[in-house]
């Protein structure tokens, strides 16, 4: 049986594109999910598509620590996934102050809340492979390595980083009953992702109307990875947190194989596969003068050796299920795009008994 059946699992950000994945999994796992999100997102969304699976939703800002405070002394969770995050680069560039804010302070409203709470719980932070310090290595950045960031986004994240690390070394590292985890993941793609400025969105509704998608960065590299895969690795840390296995305030990094790093133009040719009669071009790449990081790799050593996770897909079945959802989802129409992904999510193979 699944250690989420009949618990009380809180999940921050569940209108996101991360969190509503999140919250059609651990529905599927038999979990009590309860929501809280600042905004419910326009349409398309792929939350909107979840229906009434959550045992209660809340809205309101997670940086209102009188608010947080008081919802989680209402709930009681047995398990947190706090994903609340302002997420895009460029609208961190454009909006700095609410980018800090929403990444800071919520992370440090929801660690000031827990720690009054005097019952078992076991929070998975989630924060992102733009808190290190990039220095456009060929290698992976290993979770000791130097935090940092030269734009508000990855500041934003770092900052949230020396947050937990100060939290959890002053308030829950003996705390009896909380324990935290952090992991860190980036680049994710699926279906139901409609965010503003992201590659395979921009594709994926030029294609339905027929357009041509151009690529401004083509050469720019991601360690991209189908959102399932972190969100498994949150799940096997909510899993190691509840068995004792790992200490309070461990960081995890998760995401491809070393070799699993593709450019743009890569993804893109390998979604186009899996849509007949897509088309796109290049431009000049013009990632020298973008704020946006061209080379950035994990390396998930540590995941492996002690959770015993690793990446389950290859890059070409990532882009393939990617593109089928879209597919099915503005073309083909064959089922609901909710079945597709409750599907998707069966076919995952989950282990660890979760």
């Known amino acids: 049986m699944s250690i989420f059946f009949n618990k009380t699992v809180l999940i921050t950000g569940h209108t996101g594109f991360k969190g509503s ?29 979840l229906g009434n699976i959550f045992a209660s939703e809340t809205f309101f800002d ?5 608010e947080t405070s008081e919802l989680i002394q209402k709930l009681q969770p047995d398990f947190i996934f706090h994903l609340a995050a302002q997420a895009i680069v460029l609208d961190a560039v454009n909006n700095p102050y609410q980018t800090i804010k929403s990444n800071t302070l919520g992370t440090a409203s929801l660690l000031t809340a827990l720690i009054n709470l005097k019952k078992k719980c076991n929070a998975v932070i989630i924060t ?10 060929l290698w992976g950045y290993k979770e000791t ?9 990855s500041s934003s994240k770092s900052s949230a980083e020396l947050i937990i690390n100060s939290f959890n070394r002053t308030y829950f590292t003996d705390h009896e009953y909380v324990n935290l985890a952090i992991g860190r993941a980036g680049n994710v793609i699926g279906g139901g992702d409609w965010a503003e400025f992201r590659i395979v969105p921009d594709a994926v509704t030029q294609w339905a109307k027929n357009e041509e998608i151009i690529l401004r960065n083509p050469i720019s590299t991601r360690p991209w990875q189908h959102v399932l895969e972190p969100l498994s690795g949150y799940l096997y840390l909510a899993y190691f947190l509840e068995n004792g296995l790992i200490s309070s305030g461990e960081c995890f990094n998760f995401g491809p194989s070393y070799v699993e790093n593709y450019s743009v133009e890569q993804l893109i040719c390998e ?4 849509w007949p009669n897509s088309k796109y071009s290049r431009i000049k790449d013009i990632s020298a003068g973008s704020k946006e990081a061209g080379l950035l790799k994990l390396n998930c050593e540590k995941s492996f050796n002690d959770l015993g996770w690793k990446s389950q897909y290859s890059f070409e079945y990532t882009a393939e299920i990617t593109a089928t959802w879209y597919y099915n989802h503005y073309v083909s129409k064959t089922e609901s795009s909710l079945d597709f992904t409750f599907k998707q999510i069966e076919k995952y193979p989950l282990k660890l008994g979760l």
């Open 145 to 153: 390595d130097e935090l940092g960031g030269k734009d508000p986004y």
């Open 62 to 66: 997670i940086s209102s620590l009188a």
């Open 128 to 137: 992102s492979d733009k808190c290190y310090e990039n220095k456009e290595w």
């Open 21 to 49: 994945w999140l919250s059609a999994w651990l529905h599927n796992l038999g979990a009590n999910i309860h929501g809280i999100s600042d905004r419910r997102y326009k349409a398309p969304n792929h939350y909107q598509m």
């Open 271 to 274: 979604l186009s596969k899996h």
